[in-house]
């Protein structure tokens, strides 16, 4: 049984950085799609950024430019670099592998 344990999230000033983290146990990555989505009090859970098992990545609208996927199959983790934080990227951050496999996610709070 796969599971994903996301760390690195925490409380950050507006323009400030984060770098998530999502170590995977009893699976390897190195073949599946993996991605990183957020859900805010109040809303839908949403897709923030993937990465295939090639490396071929993608964004979301309100993140391009600012976030920046990526993987470490030696390492079986998958990161999320945030830079220039604002504070409407508040939210829990989830790491997903596959189709199924989530993790329990981790708090990040921009405050402006």
């Known amino acids: 049984q796969a599971q994903l344990v996301e760390s690195g999230g925490g409380l950050v000033q507006a323009g400030g950085s984060l770098r998530l983290s999502c170590a995977a146990f009893?699976?390897?990555?190195?073949?599946?799609?993996m991605g990183w989505y957020r859900q805010a009090p109040g809303k839908q859970r949403e897709l923030v950024a993937g990465?295939?098992?090639?490396?071929?990545?993608g964004y979301a609208e309100s993140v391009k430019g600012r976030f920046t996927i990526s993987r470490d199959n030696a390492k079986n983790t998958v990161f999320l670099q945030m830079d220039s934080l604002i504070p409407e990227d508040t939210a829990v951050y989830y790491c997903?592998?596959?189709?199924?496999?989530w993790g329990q996610g981790t708090q990040v709070t921009v405050s402006s």
């Open positions: 997903k592998m596959g189709y199924y496999t």
């Open positions: 009893g699976s390897r990555i190195s073949m599946s799609t």
């Open positions: 990465i295939s098992s090639e490396g071929i990545t």
